[in-house]
Structures are given as structure tokens and as C-alpha cells.
């Protein structure tokens, strides 16, 4: 595959291990690979494709930032580690358990620090970890705490950074959470194209596209290919983040998509190429991904931005 018009890229990786607290005590997860980030990032480095000069260590976010954008009953409930567990459903069974809200904390931190570089240097960011789009204001979803997307974007609009921004999600699920945070502002659009649909939200600026499960390779990039031309005329964004699921892999183990491993590289590949045409600053987090195969998905889109 060869995408002649990119020039050759100085994009950053960001990671730190506090990426794995919290999670760690769970085992498999609803089949999520704990150590798939770890992996990404160790395997970057082996085939030294990632300079130790472009990966990043970010500080977790602060509880100011969240009350950006989650209602300060919601927030006040979550230092509860009680409440955190019983929301996520996950059984306590051990004195680590109260970390799962640091975790949160560090990959938003994460996000938060992915939009800095990519601002500063005009280039491509990629977190090791987020894409927590079923968080609502007042509630969490889906193994969603607080909606790292959504905070980094407070913070840097406050900040006077920019005012528009876009997202485009490519996740399995509908970015639910997304929607219902930006329902009422013309400034954030959402597009999200997903094989699973969790409710329905009418928004300012949003577009929903709900694809069959069984669409093949070629018909579901035609589908994101039509909606990011869509995009180009009907959105000036200054920012673009990208939710890059590796959930509709055809070995994906939650998700029942088939779409291989080459077609989602493509995927990825083509959302790269509509942030360098429109010249646009790009956040990448890795959203969804189940299974002891799924980390090769995220893990080939950094390596080709990074060849
Ligand atoms: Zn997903």
C-alpha cells in the first residue's frame, strides 16, 4: 500500500506504565489484553521504528480537568472505589482495586498530553490507551469511567487552543458517549460508523452510521471513504482525534465483524490521510479491541506512520 502524498512523519507515541493499574488484578477483562499496549509500545521499539525521543510519559489528569466535563455528583461518586467497581462490574478481591480510578486518571492524562504534542509540533499523537466513548456527564457505560476524548478537549479549548474539533470514531460501538457530551454543541462534531448501535442520540453536530456486521473488506472502507469526503465540505475542524477500534478485526473476540487485519490498516491509513490533506493536528487513541490478536491492529497503523 503505498500513500504517496504523506510526508514522512515525526509522530509521537505516548505511554506510561500507569497505563496498567488497576486492570492488572482482572486477568482478561471481557477478554481485553492487558499488556496489548506494553506490547505495542516494546514491539516499536524492537523493530526501532519509535525513537526513545518520541515516546512521551504523561502525567495523570487532575480532578479539576474531569469536572470539565462530568457533573460534580458523578465525580464525587467515583472516588468511591466501592461505586467504581459495582459501575464496571468488576468483583473487588484484592487491595489494588482502588486503583481502577487512577488508571482512568492516567490514560485521560495520556490524552490530554497526545493533544499538547500534537498541537505544539503540527503532527500526529498517539495514546497508548483511550477512546472511553460510552462516558456520559453523569454516568459511566461499557468499561467507560470518564471520557478521556472529551476532557482533552476541555482543557485545550479553555485554554484557548482551539475552538473546533472534530471526532471520528471507527470503533465496533456507536461512540454513545460522545454524542450525548457534544448533543448541544455546534463545535464538536462526531462521526461515528459502528456495527453496534446503543442508542439514539440527536445532536448539533453529529452523524451516526450504522453498518450490517457482515459488511465486507472493500463495501466498509467505500463506507468510511464516502463519509470522510462528506466530512471535508461540512466541517472545518482545527483538530481532528481519531477513535481507532480494533474491534471489527475478523479475530476480534467480543465483536462479530470479519474485517481483516489488512482492510483495517487501510481504515486507519485513510484517516491518516484526511488529517494531513486538510493539514490538521491528530490525536489517535485505540478505542475497542478484544482478544489475544487485537494489538496488531493498533500496532500496524503506528508502525506505517512511523516508516
Ligand atoms: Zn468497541
Known sequence: ??????????????????????????GDYHGFDIYKYKRIRDELIREKKLKRRYLCDPHP??????????????????????????????????????SVLEYFKAVTGGTMFAT?????NRTTAFNLGGGFHHAHRDRGEGFCLI???????????????YKKALIIDLDYHQGNGNASVYRDDADVFTLSIHAEQWEGIEGLAMKDVLVASDIDDE?????????????????????????????????????????????????????YAFAQKMKLPLVVVPGGGYGKDSWHIYADFISQVLS
Not at 1 to 18: D, G, H, Q, R, W
Not at 63 to 91: A, C, F, G, S
Open 147 to 161: 471520557n478521556d476524548l472529551a476532557i482533552a478537549i476541555e482543557k485545550f479549548r479553555k485554554k484557548g487552543k
Open 219 to 271: 463495501a466498509y472502507l467505500e463506507v468510511v471513504r464516502e463519509n470522510l469526503l462528506w466530512l471535508e465540505d461540512r466541517f472545518s475542524a482545527e483538530i481532528v482525534y481519531y477513535i481507532a477500534g480494533s474491534d471489527p478485526y475478523e479475530k476480534d473476540e467480543l465483536a462479530d465483524m470479519q474485517i481483516s487485519r489488512e482492510a483495517l490498516l487501510r481504515r486507519n491509513m485513510m484517516v
Open 1 to 26: 500500500m503505498i500513500f504517496p502524498f504523506l510526508k514522512k512523519s515525526n509522530a509521537y507515541v505516548v505511554f506510561t506504565l500507569e497505563y496498567l493499574l488497576g486492570l492488572s488484578t482482572y
Open 61 to 98: 489528569c487532575s480532578y479539576e480537568d474531569i469536572l470539565l466535563v462530568h457533573t460534580e455528583d458523578y465525580v464525587r461518586r467515583i472516588k468511591d472505589p466501592v461505586y467504581v467497581n459495582q459501575m464496571l462490574k468488576i468483583q473487588m478481591n484484592s487491595m489494588w482495586d482502588s
Open 116 to 120: 499538547a504534542l500534537a498541537l505544539k
